[in-house]
C-alpha cells in the first residue's frame, strides 16, 4: 500500500513537502515514483528514485526546484520536497511503488504497479 501527505495551498514561490508511506511489500527494495495530473492533461513523471536509493530524475519542468528521497525503516517512507512553486504544479500528486529488479529509475507509469490515492497541490498566482 501507498499512502501520500502533505498537499495542501500554497501561494506562488512557497514550499510543500509530499510523503508517501509504503507499506506491507515483501521485497527489500523497490523504485519510487511521484506523479501529478493536472484537470484535463494527462498523468506526467515528475520525479522517480530507483529500487538501489542512489539515483533519482526529474521531469525537466521541476529540475532544480524539486527533490525526492526516501528513508526505509518497518515502512519506507518516501519524499517529495518542493520549492518555487509555480502554478503549473497545480495538480493532484500520487506517489507510486515499481517492483521492477532493475536498477534505473522507473519513467513509465506502467512500470509501477502500486499507487497511491493522491494528494492535491494547489498554488495560488
Known amino acids: 500500500q501507498a499512502a501520500e501527505y502533505g498537499g495542501g495551498l500554497v501561494q506562488t514561490g512557497g514550499s510543500l513537502r509530499l510523503s508517501c508511506v509504503i507499506s506491507?511489500?515483501?521485497?527489500?527494495?523497490?523504485?519510487v515514483g511521484w506523479f501529478r495530473q493536472a484537470p484535463g492533461k494527462e498523468r506526467e513523471f515528475v520525479a522517480g528514485i530507483a529500487r538501489t536509493g542512489y539515483v533519482t530524475k526529474y521531469a525537466d519542468s521541476v529540475k532544480g526546484r524539486f527533490g525526492i528521497s526516501r528513508d526505509i525503516g518497518r515502512n519506507t517512507t518516501a519524499y517529495l520536497q518542493m520549492t518555487r512553486l509555480k502554478p503549473d504544479d497545480t495538480a493532484k500528486y500520487y506517489c507510486a511503488v515499481g517492483l521492477l529488479t532493475t536498477n534505473t529509475v522507473l519513467l513509465r507509469g506502467d512500470d509501477y504497479s502500486i499507487w497511491g490515492q493522491g494528494t492535491q497541490v494547489t498554488v495560488s498566482s
Open positions: 506491507g511489500q515483501p521485497f527489500p527494495s523497490f523504485a
